[in-house]
């Protein structure tokens, strides 16, 4: 029986919402004399310069200044590649300390395959499906500029030297290696975020086989849309690092998955009960959220593809602001509801608001991002007792911390953009498009594998748990096991 909540308690959680809602007026308040101009915007989105006068990196490199600004944003984008890397760490520990300790090696051994397979998919194929140049084959919705990275370095060209490896002829200041290799530690992120969704059942093979496929067609494809100066490029839409183009594929995918796969045994009762199947490791999941918020900020600055100082910093601020604000959030709502903070829901807030913060980070005052944040939140929290209301069984709650709240973190844009460019009509046509062709390409893709091969382990593996079943081996081979209904 659960105790009578106690005045104090509910009393010091309506403090804390309290406080989450009047700071951003407060704070607004403190920047109401700032307005924001077209040379505010100029200042942020800086208009592109005129080729420097080299034609080769021998040539780049007798120009001092412009040889040194490429070597500190080359340098900037390689470190924050490697920060978006770390950010896998966080999701295999995160997704292990949220599900039950029986199925860790599985977890884990799905987001180490994750990772190989995105970099070597995006090598092949993905790269050049994202980023086809003038190699478009239906329209601007579809284009592939060849297989492999397109470069070969044994070749010895000036031409091509300054067409890949210098500013004035890739258009950014970094090598085409720099890009890749940033843009590559993107691409499993969408199918690590399924990963979560769909634990603790799902056979490996399959879904091993559905990753590589989401991460070498889909994921690029849509990228190819906005970033690779698609359709939606053209018309006006904007999504800064990804809440629709890697979060949201990710989420809607997961949906589709989820859907086919069905919940985990025991986790919805007849007469429509359901039981909570807790994670074996709250400090695992704590420091997954805490190594993924450190990543955000390569994910997110590495985005500015500079080091740009003034567009550098604004997205570190927004990105912190928009995180804390999502943990205040959620932690607010669910005191008031639950009469009690809850830790889970609170982890899942801070991706929350850096997730809601990742298509505008550059784009929107530090006001509107703890805004946005706070709101990311709210949804998070919202959406995932609707979900496990209507049966949709997410175990680590991927669905709505990426895919929901990947939509609303994009169609914020529209909202609360200093660029009056933005529309939320726009904004709307792109993030439905973009999580529409993840949701059917899932479907159809995770629905064939089901046909041929099934997709779900048996009952007897999946309450043995899939370490033993699908692998062999304990995470945890000193842990007692506990007895399951």
């Not at 909570?276 to 990543?295: C, D, K, N, T």
């Amino acid at each position: 029986m659960l105790k009578r909540p106690k005045p104090l308690a509910s009393l010091l959680a309506a403090i804390l919402l309290t406080v989450s809602v009047i700071l951003p007026v407060a704070l607004f308040a403190q920047d109401s004399d700032v307005t924001v101009t077209e040379t505010t915007v100029a200042v942020v989105e800086a208009e592109a310069e005129e080729p420097p006068p080299y034609t080769t990196m021998e040539g780049l490199q007798k120009e001092p200044i412009l040889y040194t600004k490429f070597m500190i944003d080359n340098l900037w984008i390689l470190i924050a590649a490697a920060f978006v890397l770390l950010m896998h760490l966080g999701f295999s520990s995160l997704e292990s300390g949220l599900c039950r300790s029986k199925n860790t090696v599985n977890i884990l051994t799905k987001n180490l395959f994750i990772v190989a397979a995105g970099i070597l998919t995006y090598a092949a194929v993905g790269f050049s499906l994202m980023y086809p140049g003038d190699s478009w084959i239906a329209g601007k919705f579809l284009g592939f500029g060849g297989f492999g990275i397109g470069y070969d370095p044994t070749v010895v060209d000036p031409n091509t030297v300054f067409s890949k490896l210098t500013p004035a002829g890739y258009a950014l200041d970094m090598t085409t290696w720099t890009d890749f290799i940033f843009q590559a530690m993107f691409a499993a992120t969408a199918a690590t975020i399924v990963s979560g969704a769909v634990a603790e059942r799902v056979k490996l093979l399959p879904f091993l086989i559905f990753a590589t496929l989401l991460v070498a067609i889909a994921y690029p494809i849509t990228g190819s849309w906005q970033w690779g100066a698609g359709w939606l490029y053209d018309m006006g839409f904007k999504d800064f690092a990804g809440s629709t183009l890697v979060h949201g594929v990710g989420g809607f995918a997961a949906l589709a998955c989820v859907l086919i796969l069905g919940p985990r045994l025991g986790k919805y009762l007849p007469g429509g009960g359901i039981k909570p199947i807790l994670g074996h490791s709250m400090p695992l999941a704590a420091i997954g959220v805490f190594l993924l918020f450190f990543g955000w900020f390569g994910f997110n600055g590495g985005s500015v593809l500079s080091a740009d100082p003034v567009l550098l910093s604004l997205v570190f601020v927004t990105t912190a602001l928009a995180g804390a604000a999502g943990i205040i959030g959620a932690m607010s709502i669910s005191w008031i509801v639950f009469k009690k903070p809850d830790l889970s829901m609170s982890l899942n807030g801070a991706l929350a608001g850096l997730v809601g913060i990742t298509a505008a980070a550059d784009t929107v005052t530090p006001v509107s991002a703890v805004i946005i944040g706070l709101i990311s939140g709210l949804i998070v929290f919202v959406s995932v007792v609707i979900l496990d209301r209507i049966k949709i069984d997410d175990p680590v709650g991927a669905i709505s911390v990426h895919g929901v709240v990947g939509v609303w973190g994009t169609l914020a844009v529209g909202i609360f953009s200093f660029d009056p460019a933005h529309k939320v009509i726009t904004q709307l046509i792109g993030t439905v498009s973009i999580v529409g062709f993840a949701f059917i390409f899932s479907l159809i893709v995770f629905g064939a594998l089901k046909f041929i091969m099934g997709v779900r382990v048996s009952a007897e593996e999946e309450i043995e748990g899939l370490d033993i079943g699908e692998h062999g081996q304990e995470a945890y081979p000193d842990f007692q096991p506990v007895a399951e209904a």
